[in-house]
């Protein structure tokens, strides 16, 4: 079956633009998670969802980032006035329910602020 | 949260078997412990995940001590193609019914010919 997909794939902008990118999850995933792995970096967890709802906020980088989900299916992550730090991929990955079920991985969408 | 430590990088040879070590000292109660591998530009794949003691599957084990500040990924007779980057993932559900996830730092594994 199809896995999680993200879109774009690869994402140039300019500094103080506004970006969305957006997660697909595997049908029937509740679980939804964005992570950022910067250059040569490993991965930070942004924000969990079940279903369409994210308990926990707290590990969005900053107020510039937003994220939503409907339907308990696609997601979207959202970098309001982008910084040149923020450039980074960005990795979605669903699960069948809470986080103690393996996660799948998208292939990330690549963000480059110029 | 849970910080967790890797070694940045590991070398073996073909037909070894390679052991991986994540540190996680504040692992939570409620905390698994999962591995990843992750090839370049794509993202990580699930390799092992467990709670306490040794869980085994077709492609690796991981074992887990007592006091589960730490644990080990075991790698039996690895090949050229587990040439990649390996991270641990600790997490779960948090007292508040938050879900808390913390990613090792990652060691990147070069197999030899």
């Known amino acids: 079956g199809a896995g999680v997909s993200q879109s774009p794939s690869n994402k140039v902008t300019e500094k103080g633009k506004d970006v969305e990118l957006r997660c697909d999850p595997i049908s029937g995933h509740t679980a939804l998670y964005w992570y950022r792995q910067s250059l040569g970096q490993g991965l930070e967890f942004l924000i969990y969802f079940q279903g369409n709802s994210a308990p926990d906020k707290s590990g969005l980088p900053s107020d510039r980032f937003s994220a939503e989900r409907t339907g308990g299916s696609v997601s979207t992550l959202t970098i309001q006035r982008t910084q040149q730090e923020d450039s980074a991929v960005y990795l979605c990955a669903s699960s069948p329910n809470r986080f103690t079920d393996t996660q799948y991985f998208g292939p990330g969408t690549r963000l480059t602020v110029l | 949260l849970a910080k967790t430590t890797q070694p940045i990088s590991m070398d073996s040879y073909e037909g070894q078997e390679v052991n991986i070590t994540c540190s996680h000292n504040n692992i939570a109660t409620n905390d698994y412990i999962t591995w990843y591998q992750q090839f370049p530009s794509q993202g990580p794949r699930f390799i092992i995940q467990g709670y306490k003691t040794k869980v085994t599957n077709e492609v690796a084990s991981l074992f887990i001590p007592a006091d589960r500040k730490s644990s080990t990924l075991s790698l039996p007779r690895v090949s050229l193609s587990d040439t990649a980057v390996y991270y641990c993932?600790?997490?779960?559900?948090?007292?508040?019914?938050?879900?808390?996830?913390?990613f090792g730092t990652g060691t990147r594994l070069t197999i030899i010919p």
């Open positions: 993932l600790v997490g779960g559900q948090s007292n508040f019914g938050n879900e808390k996830l913390t």
